[in-house]
């Protein structure tokens, strides 16, 4: 079997708490090889801090990855290459609708009740035939996968399988997602896809919550001529009243378990490991 390339892609925006240590151990134990990359494009959110307290507690937990680290703040311009290439396509247009304008347009009668996608509440297309210079950068669902047809990808998690998505569910249930927003300049969907190609990672190994956006990152390798990985999505770690773990939910951050006496065995054990 041909060498397989796993990577743990955590934000530095607060603690890594067990539902990290269990995306991780996972990663690294589905890959001949395990490859780190910072997710620290939101910099207002980023801390130095806590990029320096994931090493650690990686390392505590006995993880080993490749050096250099891939930090995304340092390749804005891979993923302008992928995002002019993708204009050049024709499969994008600008929009300057706030948050606001779109809570609008989908409570307007005549709109029914407003669906949620992966990427948040779905567009209603104001401002696809506008043609505007400036705004948000969006992605012109119905134009990109009228010239792909049917979109698909490996699962090999709980729901292991080939999952497919029609044209007609990728524009109803997705839609017109955001490509580079208008204060970052990308977005998670293009970085995430620009640099599991970069990394040449094999198996992306992320939690369930982002089963959904994985049809929009297979799109986007087919419109760049990327690969498409397999995929595998874990179950997400929750605490003892069902809720599932947030960064901000510190009493569970590992540095305190360490700081208890826990041992990374310890870990393993409570993670079901
Ligand atoms: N950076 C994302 C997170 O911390 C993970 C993205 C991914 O694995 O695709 O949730
Ligand atoms: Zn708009």
């Known amino acids: 079997m041909a060498e397989r390339v796993t990577r743990f892609a955590p934000?530095?925006?607060?603690?890594?708490?067990?539902?990290?240590?269990?995306?991780?151990?996972?990663?690294?134990?589905r890959g001949d090889r395990f490859l780190l990359r910072i997710e620290d494009i939101d910099q207002p959110r980023c801390k130095?801090?806590?990029?320096?307290?994931?090493?650690?507690?990686?390392?505590?937990?006995?993880?080993h990855w490749e050096n250099p680290v891939m930090r995304q703040s340092t390749r804005l311009w891979a993923y302008d290459?992928?995002?002019?290439?993708?204009?050049?396509?024709?499969?994008t247009y600008h929009c300057t609708?706030?948050?606001?304008d779109i809570k609008a347009a989908l409570s307007a009668p005549q709109e029914g009740a407003a669906l949620i996608g992966p990427d948040g509440p779905i567009y209603p297309g104001t401002c696809r035939r506008k043609q505007r210079a400036s705004g948000a950068l969006r992605l012109d669902m119905a134009a990109?996968?009228?010239?792909?047809?049917?979109?698909?990808?490996?699962?090999?998690?709980?729901?292991?399988?080939?999952h497919q998505y029609s044209t007609a569910q990728m524009v109803e249930t997705i839609g017109d997602i955001v490509l580079a927003r208008r204060d970052i300049g990308t977005s998670y969907h293009i970085a995430v896809v620009v640099d599991d190609a970069a990394q040449?990672?094999?198996?992306?190994?992320r939690g369930q919550d982002l089963f959904d956006a994985t049809a929009i990152h297979v799109v986007l390798q087919r419109l760049l001529a990327l690969p498409t990985p397999r995929y595998h999505h874990h179950r997400l770690i929750r605490d003892d009243q069902g809720k599932r773990l947030a960064k901000r939910d510190d009493a569970r951050a590992l540095a305190k378990y360490r700081a208890e006496g826990a041992t990374p065995q310890d870990i393993r054990r409570m993670l079901g490991l």
């Open 97 to 100: 609708c706030t948050r606001g």
């Open 81 to 91: 290459a992928a995002l002019v290439h993708l204009c050049n396509m024709g499969v």
């Open 11 to 29: 934000s530095p925006t607060g603690p890594l708490h067990l539902g990290h240590a269990y995306a991780a151990l996972i990663a690294a134990a």
């Open 200 to 205: 040449g990672i094999t198996e992306v190994t």
């Open 144 to 162: 990109a996968i009228a010239a792909l047809g049917e979109v698909q990808f490996t699962e090999t998690g709980e729901q292991a399988g080939t």
């Open 48 to 63: 130095p801090g806590y990029e320096a307290a994931i090493f650690e507690d990686l390392e505590w937990l006995g993880l």
